[in-house]
């Protein structure tokens, strides 16, 4: 097994070749391989180039589905609730590549005043 290799559930190895088969079929047309005389390591950049993608598509799917099951109780922050704000949008680069989604946004009443302050304070300029 490689260095960085996870094992991962016989189920989900079981569904990812049936995956590869397919993808064979859409990669290499009808024959499901590369023609004869193809260098392993064109075969390997098509390889790493599905896996790295498969790899994003997953890590992306599963944080904007995380994102969208935030519970409710952790907006619950001791003496007060903060309040929904929409949603930000998040970016991660990683090896398998950049990552987007939107994750929930919400800010609390009393830290939003004293992160921009009324009063005349450190910034302003006095003449």
Known sequence: MAKNQRKVA???QERLGEV???LRQIIYGEQGCPE???KFVQIEEDGMAVGLELAR???EQSLSE???QMPEE???CGDE???PAGTDRADLKTCAGDLQWDEPAAYLNKARRA???SAEGVGHRSR
């Open 10 to 12: 016989p189920t989900v």
């Open 20 to 22: 590869a088969a397919e």
């Open 36 to 38: 004869w005389g193809t």
């Open 57 to 59: 598509l997953l890590m």
């Open 66 to 68: 995380q994102a969208d």
């Open 74 to 76: 952790d907006l619950d």
């Open 81 to 83: 609730t903060a309040q």
């Open 115 to 117: 992160f921009f302050p």
